[in-house]
């Protein structure tokens, strides 16, 4: 099956025990609680926070589109990071790229931190410091790429490679280039993480996390957290994440093909003195040649929206310095150039002319 059609289909072919009515759209099971037939009988429902049908449907599409085992489903993509940070314990090291999420840079430099799970930052997207940076308590390496906000790029067969035997799990953070564009997983990778919030809901209406595994014996693991530390999925927001996957690969082929021809254009712009796309997904950072450009640019825009956020239909800008990086301590956030002239753009699926008019207008 093509992605396009597993986008739509994947889950429905193995449909969900429940749906017995044939629904073509996946039914809510508004439900927290599931009755039992008799002494030691179970439905295979017993409690939502463990598992419930709608959820499931939802965790049975995205292990599809990824080519995992399973995938279990969270509140939060931030849900998911927390709850794969709980395979590790005291001592542990973990390699990760330097130019991550703010969020997953919060939760590893204050909560894994004190859990002592050692974070060890570095540009991933060089191998030979990847390389150097593997000790003998090295127990993972997490992987954002492209990077946010600045775009680099890691090749995941290559760290995988480097891994070789060694017991250490490879961890990708997906959430960018969404199943529809890349599978870790076929490139060595252990473990994806996805914020389904951005391109899977793909329409600023939900909040979601997915974690997908290789193997089993890792899907179970995850699952045992999931229903131990219970930040799962609601019934509802699974409704809207399958809804929204149905349309993913046309969506990411629209916002794709804007970003490809904003990025040039924006390479074309007097004030605009960098532009950082990875040729791949749509999301765009740029540099203005002033802080005062950058900041005309949010109070100027109309159409694009001035919001945090990324990968829904709707074209917004971002300012990382002061929205998602706020949280990065201000030498290491400059460091990795993340300064008070840089804006991401997270392209929608608007007219690609009415985007860029707006964008000239907002540079006047
Ligand atoms: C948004 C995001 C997260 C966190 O997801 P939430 O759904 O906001 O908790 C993690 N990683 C990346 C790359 C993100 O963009």
């Known amino acids: 099956m093509k992605p396009e059609t597993a986008c739509i289909h994947a889950a429905a072919l193995n449909r969900n025990k429940s749906n017995t009515t044939g629904a073509v759209a996946v039914p809510i099971f508004q439900t927290s609680t599931f009755a039992h037939l008799g002494f030691g009988q179970s439905t295979g429902y017993d409690y939502s926070r463990t598992q419930n049908p709608t959820v499931e449907h939802s965790e049975e599409l995205v292990a599809a589109l990824e080519g995992g085992r399973r995938a279990s489903a969270f509140a939060t993509g931030m849900a998911a990071v927390a709850t794969v940070m709980e395979l590790f314990k005291p001592g542990d090291e973990i390699i990760a790229t330097d130019d991550l999420y703010g969020g997953s840079i919060r939760l590893f430099n204050n909560i894994s931190a004190k859990n002592n799970i050692i974070i060890n930052y570095i540009d991933t997207s060089d191998l030979s410091a990847v390389e150097s940076a593997i000790t003998p308590a090295t127990k993972a390496i997490f992987i954002e790429t492209p990077t946010n906000p600045m775009m680099k790029v890691t090749d ?146 109309e159409l694009i929206l001035y919001a945090e956020s990324l990968g829904g239909v709707e074209t917004l800008i971002t300012y990382p310095a002061t929205q998602t990086h706020a949280d990065v301590p201000e030498a290491e956030r400059l460091a990795r150039g993340i300064d008070e002239k840089l804006l991401r753009l997270s392209v929608g699926i608007e007219a690609v002319e009415d985007i860029i008019n707006d964008l000239e207008n907002s540079l006047k």
Request: net charge positive; glycine share 6%.
């Open 156 to 301: 995941i067969s290559a760290v995988s490679r480097l891994i070789g035997e060694r017991d250490i799990l490879l961890i990708v953070d997906n959430t960018f280039l969404t199943p529809y564009l890349f599978n870790p997983l076929a490139h060595g990778a252990d473990i994806v993480v996805h914020s389904g919030t951005k391109y899977l809901s793909g329409h600023n209406d939900t909040l979601a996390g997915f974690v997908v595994a290789k193997t089993s014996e890792l899907a179970e693991k995850i699952h045992v957290l999931k229903k131990t530390t219970g930040a799962v999925l609601s019934p509802f927001d699974a409704f809207l994440i399958i809804r929204g996957i149905k349309t993913l690969a046309i969506r990411m082929e629209k916002s794709q093909s804007n970003a490809r021809k904003i990025a040039e254009w924006l390479k074309s712009q007097p004030k605009i003195t960098a532009v950082y796309y990875p040729e791949q997904g749509a999301m765009i950072s740029f540099k203005t040649d002033s802080v005062k450009t950058a900041q005309n640019i949010l109070n100027k825009v």
